[in-house]
């Protein structure tokens, strides 16, 4: 089945440190990977998005990703943290079911930034 | 622009009772989904409406939850009779049209269920 897989539960950084939240997929044929940031009590933001095209992906905030397709990872990075990139990530992937597509969820990873 | 309105924020009922939440999309947006976000899991896709038809309903407990996008534009998500393990956030979003998949969803703030 297509899925996304979120190995760590919790990241934890200090503030300057470069940060980098893992994901890896499953999914056949070419995959359609996005990162979502969740601040607490609020609904999921959209930051960036792999369809086609170059691997290094940028995005909102300073993010980038990843897409490394021999190692089937969307890692989420950023050079340098900040204490307000603190939040829950979201790694997803589009399944796509005949004439259909629907997006599904990793577990999420809580990014905790020190300062 | 607007962003997606979902209304009541929080919500505290008991079992066995009924609960309503409602979601209004961005304008334009034709997609409209429903997930459910227990706590410490990644959201779950619960129903996706394509206009006012429904696309993928697979994961929706018809027994008791049941979703309608009359006209095409907002939505209500009721569960009738609620259970514990109803307690979740559920959140709407929607999306442009497009079968390509590689456009983004856009999400409401949600609404948080508390079943006692």
């Known amino acids: 089945a297509q899925s996304v897989a979120q190995p760590e539960d919790q990241v934890n950084v200090a503030e300057g440190n470069p940060l980098t939240v893992k994901c890896t997929y499953s999914?056949?044929?070419?995959?359609?990977l996005f990162w979502y940031v969740q601040y607490p009590n609020r609904g999921l933001q959209f930051l960036l998005k792999?369809?086609?095209?170059?691997?290094l992906v940028k995005g909102s905030y300073g993010f980038e990703a990843e897409f490394n397709k021999s190692q089937t990872s969307f890692h989420l990075k950023k050079p340098s943290a900040l204490v307000s990139d603190s939040a829950l990530y979201f790694c997803?992937?589009?399944?796509?079911?005949?004439?259909?597509?629907?997006?599904?969820f990793g577990t999420g990873t809580l990014l905790a930034v020190q300062p | 622009e607007a962003g997606v309105a979902q209304s009541p924020r929080y919500k505290i009922i008991e079992k066995r009772q009924s609960v309503a939440f409602w979601c209004n999309p961005i304008s334009g947006h034709a997609t409209l989904y429903w997930y459910q976000q227990i706590l410490g899991q990644g959201p779950k896709l619960l129903i996706q409406?394509?206009?006012?038809?429904?696309?993928?309903d697979s994961q929706l407990p018809k027994d008791r939850f049941s979703a309608e996008r009359l006209k095409g534009v907002d939505s209500t998500l009721k569960i009738q009779p609620a259970k514990l393990e109803d307690s979740a956030v559920y959140l709407c979003?929607?999306?442009?049209?497009?079968?390509?998949?590689?456009?983004?969803?856009?999400f409401g703030e949600g609404s948080r269920l508390t079943v006692l």
């Open positions: 409406f394509q206009n006012n038809g429904v696309v993928d």
């Open positions: 979003a929607s999306s442009l049209a497009g079968s390509s998949g590689a456009g983004e969803l856009f």
């Open positions: 792999y369809i086609t095209g170059d691997n």
């Open positions: 997803a992937v589009r399944r796509f079911s005949g004439a259909t597509n629907k997006l599904i």
């Open positions: 999914v056949s044929g070419n995959p359609y």
